[in-house]
């Protein structure tokens, strides 16, 4: 990889070495992993000088006005209303024309250019984004004018269509013929991914919009999102335009050890990975069989050189996990085949290898994920000190397909030593009193607290496990998982268990009782309140004793946003001032919660009745079926009844073949519609 330009030794200034330092920070930092794992054959691309752009400096007036305005319209409260604030936002508008190219490449003006991208009106936004277009590629790979670039194509590409068409498009054409250039770079390849991700209609929530090392990137994904979560209508126009984009990139390389260089590269290789998600949208197969061999061929060395950089570096195993979501089955199925069957086991020891596996379970079929776990069956207990998310992942596939159920509850909680599988895997839980957030093990409580609730659904057998071990930790750590951010859905997801009985419910109920309004006022603990509602449905008196604790604390609950909702969830107005009506309600839902339960038996009784017998009795029902749809028309012949009943039950050589073996007919019968066809259209 080149080096920076710069002076050596003593000639260089520390200033200058600051200034240095923060232009090539972020590059440095997402090359580093790449960089330590060059001996695979692959030669990584080289990076794009970046160019000098300067249009002014802001005096210190500006600065001091534009921060002011920055930090006004970042809080909430600060106008009296919405037309106060409209008319202040058209004023801080109004200030800044003509200035739009130096606010944006200022930190402090770039966030004011996001805030008033979000909160003013199109045509504003229009008129910004015409202001970047004559330097447009060099906005796009300056460090804060690149995020201004993104907010306007976010905010144009889920505007009126016609009123922005041209101005998307002239966008799309300036990339297209620059494309070589900012695929490369650290800044630039962001903005590609969004304008890609525009013009495709994907859904502008996806984790190809920003990175995860960017505390700004973060920020920006919370401004308004309400339009980011679903797929957008989107001109056929535009589709064209990103698959035009998408076959430029791909026909740009010479060689296919270029493409897939370019494929793993840390910062070129999401591109890749989103053009894979795109081609996807209309079956296609453009991208895969660019990078891998068709599907009917064999491997070969260099496509296995390729297959082993992806299944152990990180930047080339999120390109794999793409490629298996979101690409025909046929090539899924062909690099499972050639590739990991014979080598789950070493991939399961591998960091990476575990998000491979845990993709491949979701996409293959019944057939093959049944063969994954059976592979990885005498090492799955050891996941549970070792690889929690893996672990999570096989007991859902075993659960999905019904394999080994029984048998892994029982290896799990024999791994536990004795002890409860919530102290095995929160060893916390058992060393201290108190309970307080970490970043550096929020990772790994997040897939403990994940592989807990899921263990919980598993068997009513491990669900009855986890409640035991929340009723042996004591009441105050109880109040403390309550309110913290992840321990929290461990209660939450016994509350709403299907296995949970009345008698547990109570006891553990009783473990919160006295602070239910102060759980209602936090913001983790009133999603534990509000479970508690669905959890004491058979219990009225119960849910009686909670409204009493809200009532007490509503001064303190109505001044809380959570506290709003809680109040708002258990209907507690109607519960201070129409009491009769809110106890009818309760016993209502108490008495269609026991019908339903009712039905639920039945109707499982009556499905094991109807299996024994399509089992056990089908060749004595389809002899007595036969008898009875036969005897009206012997009768009609002059044949006696018990002649009939007797010609009958002696088969005859073409019946003997159609019934010779019923019971393995049906058996196939079912495995072909049931478990192969329903299980495996499901994903984890």
């Known amino acids: 990889m080149p080096r920076e330009n710069k002076k050596r030794g003593r000639r260089i200034k520390k200033d200058e070495v600051k200034v240095v330092e923060d232009v090539y920070e972020s590059q440095d930092q997402s090359m580093d992993q790449f960089n330590e794992s060059q001996d695979d054959g692959f030669i990584p691309f080289e990076e794009q000088q970046k160019s000098n752009i300067f249009f002014g400096v802001l005096t210190p007036d500006e600065t001091e006005y534009f921060s002011r305005a920055e930090s006004l319209l970042s809080l909430k409260g600060n106008f009296d209303s919405a037309d106060e604030k409209a008319l202040f936002l058209q004023s801080v508008i109004a200030e800044i024309k003509g200035k739009e190219l130096k606010l944006a490449c200022d930190q402090i003006g770039s966030k004011l250019i996001e805030r008033i991208i979000v909160s003013s009106t199109l045509d504003d936004s229009i008129h910004i984004l015409e202001a970047f277009l004559p330097h447009l590629i060099d906005l796009s790979q300056h460090h804060y004018a690149s995020h201004c670039l993104e907010a306007l194509l976010i905010k144009c590409g889920t505007a009126g269509?016609?009123?922005?068409?041209?101005?998307?498009?002239?966008?799309?054409?300036?990339?297209?013929?620059?494309?070589?250039?900012?695929?490369?770079?650290?800044?630039?390849?962001?903005?590609?991914?969004?304008?890609?991700?525009?013009?495709?209609?994907?859904?502008?929530?996806?984790?190809?919009?920003?990175?995860?090392?960017?505390?700004?990137?973060?920020?920006?994904?919370?401004?308004?999102?309400?339009?980011?979560?679903?797929?957008?209508?989107?001109?056929?126009?535009?589709?064209?335009?990103?698959?035009?984009?998408?076959?430029?990139?791909?026909n740009m390389y010479d060689t296919i050890s270029d493409l897939r260089s370019a494929a793993i590269n840390p910062i070129s290789g999401p591109v890749f990975q989103l053009a894979v998600q795109i081609d996807s949208q209309s079956n296609g197969t453009v991208v895969v069989n660019k990078l891998f061999k068709p599907a009917y061929e064999e491997k070969d060395d260099k496509e296995k050189a390729f297959m082993e950089y992806l299944l152990s570096d990180p930047a080339g195993s999120r390109l794999f996990e793409s490629v298996l979501e979101f690409a025909p089955y046929k090539f899924k199925l062909r690099l499972?085949?050639?590739?990991?069957?014979?080598?789950?086991?070493?991939?399961?020891?591998?960091?990476?290898?575990?998000?491979?596996?845990?993709?491949?379970?979701?996409?293959?079929?019944?057939?093959?994920?049944?063969?994954?776990?059976?592979?990885?069956?005498?090492?799955?207990?050891?996941?549970?000190?070792?690889?929690?998310?893996l672990l999570r992942a096989c007991v859902v596939t075993s659960k999905m397909c019904n394999h080994h159920v029984d048998q892994l509850t029982a290896e799990l909680l024999d791994q536990c030593d004795g002890k409860n599988m919530l102290v095995t895997v929160l060893p916390i839980l058992a060393i201290s009193s108190s309970l307080h957030e970490d970043r550096s093990t929020r990772l790994e409580e997040m897939n403990a607290v994940l592989f807990l609730t899921e263990f919980s659904k598993f068997t009513q057998k491990a669900f009855d496990h986890i409640v035991d071990g929340l009723l042996e930790i004591k009441t105050e750590l109880c109040m403390e998982m309550c309110k913290h951010n992840s321990y929290a859905r461990i209660w939450e997801s016994v509350?709403?268990?299907?296995?949970?009985?009345?008698?547990?419910?109570?006891?553990?109920?009783?473990?919160?009782?006295?602070?239910?309004?102060?759980?209602?006022?936090?913001?983790?603990?009133?999603?534990?309140?509000?479970?508690?509602?669905?959890?004491?449905?058979?219990?009225?008196?119960?849910?009686?004793?909670?409204?009493?604790?809200?009532?007490?604390?509503?001064?303190?609950?109505?001044?809380?946003?959570?506290?709003?909702?809680?109040?708002?969830?258990?209907?507690?107005?109607?519960?201070?001032?129409?009491?009769?009506?809110?106890?009818?309600?309760?016993?209502?839902?108490?008495?269609?919660?026991?019908?339903?339960?009712?039905?639920?038996?039945?109707?499982?009784?009556?499905?094991?009745?109807?299996?024994?017998?399509?089992?056990?009795?089908?060749?004595?029902?389809?002899?007595k079926i036969v008898e009875h749809r036969k005897e009206p028309e012997m009768e009609n012949s002059g044949v006696k009844p018990e002649t009939a009943a007797n010609i009958e039950k002696e088969p005859t050589e073409k019946s003997k073949k159609r019934t010779a073996n019923p019971e393995k007919k049906l058996h196939s019968k079912r495995n072909y519609k049931q478990e192969f066809a329903d299980v495996s259209g499901m994903t984890i």
């Not at 304008?195 to 994904?221: C, H, I, N, Q, Y």
């Not at 303190?556 to 107005?573: A, C, L, T």
Request: include cysteine.
């Open 161 to 250: 269509i016609s009123e922005v068409n041209d101005t998307i498009l002239n966008v799309a054409n300036e990339f297209q013929s620059n494309v070589s250039k900012l695929i490369v770079d650290p800044y630039s390849s962001h903005s590609l991914r969004v304008l890609l991700l525009v013009l495709s209609g994907e859904p502008l929530s996806s984790d190809a919009l920003r990175s995860k090392r960017s505390s700004k990137a973060r920020a920006m994904t919370n401004l308004n999102t309400s339009f980011q979560n679903d797929p957008r209508e989107v001109p056929e126009e535009w589709k064209t335009t990103a698959k035009d984009i998408i076959n430029t990139i791909l």
């Open 336 to 389: 499972y085949k050639l590739y990991c069957r014979d080598r789950l086991k070493l991939l399961s020891g591998r960091e990476v290898g575990g998000f491979i596996i845990e993709k491949l379970m979701s996409a293959l079929r019944y057939k093959d994920r049944v063969e994954i776990l059976d592979e990885l069956w005498p090492s799955i207990p050891s996941y549970l000190k070792t690889n929690l998310r």
């Open 495 to 623: 509350f709403e268990n299907q296995w949970l009985t009345p008698i547990q419910a109570r006891k553990l109920i009783n473990r919160l009782f006295g602070n239910f309004g102060q759980l209602a006022t936090d913001k983790t603990g009133s999603f534990v309140v509000d479970s508690c509602f669905k959890a004491t449905k058979g219990l009225v008196n119960y849910k009686e004793r909670i409204a009493k604790e809200l009532v007490a604390n509503e001064s303190s609950i109505r001044e809380s946003v959570s506290g709003r909702n809680v109040w708002k969830n258990w209907d507690m107005d109607n519960y201070m001032f129409h009491y009769s009506d809110w106890m009818t309600r309760m016993r209502e839902m108490q008495e269609k919660k026991v019908k339903r339960k009712q039905e639920f038996n039945e109707d499982r009784e009556s499905h094991k009745a109807v299996r024994h017998n399509r089992h056990d009795g089908v060749r004595n029902d389809t002899v």
